[in-house]
């Protein structure tokens, strides 16, 4: 069965260093995601991409992060300085149609960032 | 963000019976409706949906139950089976206009055999 894959499943870095999370999607989806849960709190929205740009943003997405699709199979996610409350679970999802339509969405198993 | 809400975040039941899980939410813009599964150290599954023009979707032993006017819902899994034991997420979208999923606290299901 097709999945979602993250890379790395778990990251240490120290506060104020560069992150990229890697997510290959669902290689027919046309929607991209990623979502992050703080340990103890909610499974939170950030960013959705579909054809090659941002199409929805969450209050959480500002500056320091950002998203990419480099080569057509890979999907990044990069956090430019990386603060303490960063550290949390971050999975990519995917999806053939907007999940908004009721498409349902493919979650990959998550990349654990922990920030010193 | 309280717009989605589950309000239990534990429920243990025995095997062979009905499992209840419930969830609220307060945006009545809200379309569209999943409920979501998760294991330990693995990203949530996704297990049944509904849309608001429904009241009721079923899908094996999984039921989920729209009640618009009470802006609540519910699932059931009837027979529960140990394996059923996880977390399980109530999300929300607002349908056409947007993708943005809006996750409830989560509740985590035991069931003991």
């Known amino acids: 069965e097709p999945e979602v894959t993250q890379t790395p499943s778990h990251q240490v870095t120290q506060m104020g260093q560069e992150v990229i999370l890697r997510c290959v999607p669902i290689?027919?989806?046309?929607?991209f995601y990623w979502y992050r849960q703080i340990l103890g709190q909610k499974v939170e929205f950030l960013v959705s991409?579909?054809?090659?740009?941002?199409?929805?943003k969450s209050e959480i997405f500002d500056d320091q992060f950002s998203v990419e699709r480099p080569d057509g199979s890979n999907f990044t996610l990069k956090i430019r300085s990386t603060k303490l409350e960063d550290s949390a679970m971050y999975f990519c999802?995917?999806?053939?149609?907007?999940?908004?339509?009721?498409?349902?969405?493919?979650f990959g198993e998550g990349s654990r960032l922990t920030v010193l | 963000d309280q717009q989605v809400k589950q309000n239990s975040p534990s429920l243990s039941v025995q095997e062979g019976r009905i499992s209840i899980l419930n969830c609220d939410y307060t945006?009545?813009?809200?379309?569209?409706f999943l409920w979501y599964k998760k294991y330990p150290a693995e990203g949530p599954t996704f297990l049944i949906s509904?849309?608001?023009?429904?009241d009721k979707n079923e899908d094996g032993r999984f039921t989920v139950f729209l009640n618009k006017s009470a802006k609540h819902l519910s699932l059931h899994i009837v027979p529960s089976q140990p394996g059923d034991s996880a977390v399980y997420f109530c999300?929300?979208?607002?349908?056409?206009?947007?993708?943005?999923?809006?996750f409830g606290e989560g509740t985590q299901l035991t069931v003991n055999p």
């Open positions: 999802a995917s999806s053939e149609l907007e999940g908004g339509l009721g498409g349902e969405l493919f």
């Open positions: 290689s027919n989806h046309l929607y």
């Open positions: 991409f579909y054809n090659n740009e941002i199409s929805e």
């Open positions: 945006n009545s813009m809200f379309d569209y």
């Open positions: 509904i849309s608001s023009i429904k």
């Open positions: 999300a929300a979208s607002l349908g056409t206009s947007g993708s943005r999923l809006t």
